[in-house]
């Protein structure tokens, strides 16, 4: 528009032009064109210069939009990746592996940070005496090794692994350039050797400057491992289900046991009888698993103190298996408890001839006589009654067929040992516990399953809010007639060491000839169990003590059998851990209440 | 009329300009905050695990059977047994209150001779 105001419009046909044409005799209309064809010329050039202009500004647009994205490509390529700051809000991720905590919330394993120490020989400004002060350090460590390899080839190696805050500081003082310390996450288990089967132990993983894995290498710490590690977590730990200080108290007991016995070896298991929740799980000797020791390399890997009796230890458990058979056969209404058995010793079958304990016969007795003492004749009886199919089903819907699920890696080795063929003599043999190897846990499973009213517990090492609610196994009547033949045991049988006042114990002994490794039996070596229930008329707890060739001598033959050796110790551990589980003892129903005397008196 | 306007813009735009610049280092200040708040966390967490390790290392209970054992003639502690149970029945209630005297009667007398009562 200003451009128009500033040159007017050249009129198409300007008069003077014209009349001057007209004159010449020329066609005016040329005049006329000619001005409109400048006229067309201009308006196309101005549509040009603008059109221009529009492209320079979008050009330089695009241009500048290019630069930005370039740009910042380029420092985004160039920079370290960082978190946008803003984003990151909330709780924290602790990536640290979860502390294992007992069913109180005591602290099982938890986390230390410590340092690492390593080398970089590059660096190093006088490699031989840095090799000698490191030596009087640690003296692990030897010199002549580290002077070696601090001028040799290598760049880099680790010295030591963890490093305590004094000995860090006596390196410092080295004041050796060429000496770093790395950050070092180290598991520590502050009981030491208290429940070291179970926790297993952890080692470091991949490796580097910065940080390692922490990698569990046995027991729950290898079968969480995962769930340990899990960041998701967020810190909680992992609760099991056992109970620090009855830990604490059976394993003093039983270590006290197997030093008095002269024992190679023992174990105690204690399981709560409705949630199947193991309370302590000890196996002897032990080991600490801040410092696990190698497998053995030689020998049998059952004498390392890393087996697991409790859990990998498959026994012939002996006797403690009678009661299966006289409750499967009054479950299955062959007898009740009362009914009399002909109990002759010795009984031929076939080729086989099954003797009682030190060639004894008992004649005719009562089924529950059968089990207060301990008379394989009359179990055998009881056993061809039931028949071989339906024993191996009863046991086997207790889980002595299949290993057990216990949370920990070494579970699906204590796999049981069963006969090839269960024929009739099988049938008897396990009917009082030979010829079918079970481990102690498998052994307190089914003591528990068969006696907390019939129902199948399956053993575990977490912490259960509820009771199991598993198959029944025995019918409720049944199972009591169990709890009171194993309570009679005590009282009158072949456990009679087994009583602990207020409590009322109900168990049953087992003394198994060991198996030599090239078959037959030893005769001066036993495995004696006692498997124990508490209080026998309200069950709670199952309590299965195992020794491994114990003998005792106080007497002037030595004696093996469980009820002088293994009973006395799971009594005293009943004394011990009963009254830290909170429970209170009380008289029996159907005894009366003692009379206190009141010392308070006016 | 149009200056005004002008001016306007140009003061609006310098105000927001302001305040925009000051949100932004509030937000700065605050995310720094937060960082140095989140580290102090971190620090703190990972000094509480090392004081939980040493109150589990030192209250072991090897270590404390051993100091009980110790300290045996001054605390004389022992392990817990079955007969520390008690029943409420066994515990010596405190003899009941005297009643107290509301209605208090005056009464006098005289012993004779021998010092016995009539």
Redesign the interface.
């Given at each position: 528009m200003t451009e128009m105001k500033e040159t007017p419009r050249t009129p198409l046909r300007p008069i003077a032009s014209v009349l001057s044409a007209r004159e010449k005799g020329e066609n005016p209309d040329v005049i006329e064109r000619e001005n409109l064809r400048k006229r067309h010329e201009g308006d196309r050039d101005r549509t040009r210069r603008c059109a221009e202009g529009r492209l320079l500004v979008l050009a330089l647009f695009f241009f500048c939009a290019f630069a930005v994205i370039g740009t910042r490509m380029g420092t985004l390529a160039a920079s370290e990746a960082t978190e946008p700051r803003a984003a990151a809000t909330g709780t924290a991720i602790i990536a640290s592996r979860a502390n294992i905590v007992d069913r109180n919330g005591r602290i099982l394993a938890t986390n230390l940070s410590t340092h690492s120490l390593y080398a970089q020989t590059r660096d190093m400004v006088e490699p031989n005496r840095a090799a000698e002060e490191l030596a009087l350090i640690f003296p692990d460590l030897d010199p002549e090794t580290l002077k070696k390899d601090f001028t040799g080839d290598r760049k880099f190696l680790w010295v030591k692994k963890k490093l305590s805050p004094e000995q860090m500081q006596a390196v410092h003082d080295i004041g050796e350039p060429g000496l770093l310390f790395g950050p070092r996450e180290m598991r520590l288990y502050p009981n030491g050797k208290l429940a070291a089967h179970v926790l297993g132990g952890a080692s470091f993983g991949r490796e580097g400057v910065h940080s390692a894995e922490v990698v569990g290498v046995a027991g729950v710490e290898k079968a969480f491992d995962a769930w340990l590690r899990d960041p998701v977590n967020n810190g909680a730990p992992l609760q099991l289900s056992l109970d620090l200080t009855v830990q604490a108290a059976a394993r003093e007991v039983l270590q006290g046991g197997m030093h008095l016995l002269n024992a190679k070896g023992a174990s105690s298991v204690m399981m709560d009888v409705e949630t199947g929740e193991i309370l302590s799980l000890v196996s002897l000797p032990d080991f600490d698993p801040n410092d696990r020791p190698r497998p053995l390399a030689t020998g049998d890997a059952g004498d390392s103190p890393l087996f697991n009796r409790a859990v990998q230890g498959v026994y012939e458990l002996g006797s403690v298996f009678k009661i299966f058979t006289a409750a499967q056969a009054i479950d299955l209404g062959l007898v009740n408890a009362h009914t009399m058995i002909e109990a002759h010793a010795p009984m031929r079958w076939g080729k086989f001839k099954i003797k009682e304990f030190k060639g004894k016969s008992y004649g005719t007795i009562t089924v529950e006589d059968v089990i207060v003492k301990s008379s394989n004749v009359g179990t055998a009886k009881m056993a061809l009654a039931i028949g071989a199919e339906r024993q191996r089903e009863f046991l086997g819907s207790m889980g002595f067929l299949e290993p057990t699920e216990l949370e920990m890696v070494e579970a699906p080795t204590g796999k049981p040992l069963l006969p090839a063929k269960w024929s009739e003599i099988s049938t008897i043999t396990i009917s009082y516990g030979h010829g079918l190897s079970s481990s102690p846990v498998h052994l307190a499973a089914g003591y528990a399953s068969l006696l907390n009213g019939g129902t199948r517990v399956r053993p575990t090492l977490l912490r259960q809010d509820s009771p199991q609610t598993g198959e029944r196994i025995v019918s409720e009547g049944a199972s009591k007639a169990a709890r009171t033949m194993l309570r009679q045991v005590v009282k009158r049988g072949t456990a009679s060491f087994g009583e602990v006042p207020g409590y009322a114990v109900g168990g049953k002994t087992g003394t198994a000839d060991k198996p030599k490794p090239k078959g037959g039996y030893y005769k001066d070596k036993v495995i004696a169990t006692f498997a124990s229930v508490f209080p026998a008329h309200d069950p709670k707890y199952v309590l299965i003590v195992t020794f491994d060739e114990p003998v005792e001598t106080s007497g002037t033959q030595p004696r093996r059998t469980a009820g002088w050796t293994a009973v006395p110790v799971a009594a005293e551990m009943i004394r011990r851990t009963a009254p830290l589980l909170g429970l209170r003892p009380g008289p029996e129903p159907g005894e009366e209440p003692q009379v206190v005397k009141a010392s308070h008196q006016q | 009329m149009k200056t005004f306007l002008y001016l306007c813009a140009a003061l609006g735009v310098m105000g927001l300009a302001f305040w925009a610049y000051q949100e932004n280092y509030q937000?700065q200040a605050a995310?720094k905050q937060s960082?140095k708040v989140?580290r102090e966390?971190?620090e703190l967490?990972?000094s509480l695990?090392?004081l939980?390790?040493e109150?589990?290392?030192l209250?072991?209970?090897?270590r404390l059977?051993e100091l009980a054992e110790i300290n045996f003639d001054r605390l004389g502690l022992l392990?817990?047994?079955?007969?520390?149970?008690g029943?409420v029945?066994?515990v010596?209630f405190p003899?009941p209150p005297v009643l107290p005297i509301t209605d208090p009667i005056e009464v006098r007398g005289q012993l004779d001779g021998e010092g016995q009562f009539p």
């Open positions: - | 937000t995310l960082a989140k966390i971190g967490r990972q695990a090392i939980n390790a109150w589990a290392y209250n072991r209970p090897e059977a392990p817990l047994e079955p007969e520390q149970f029943a029945e066994q010596a003899p």
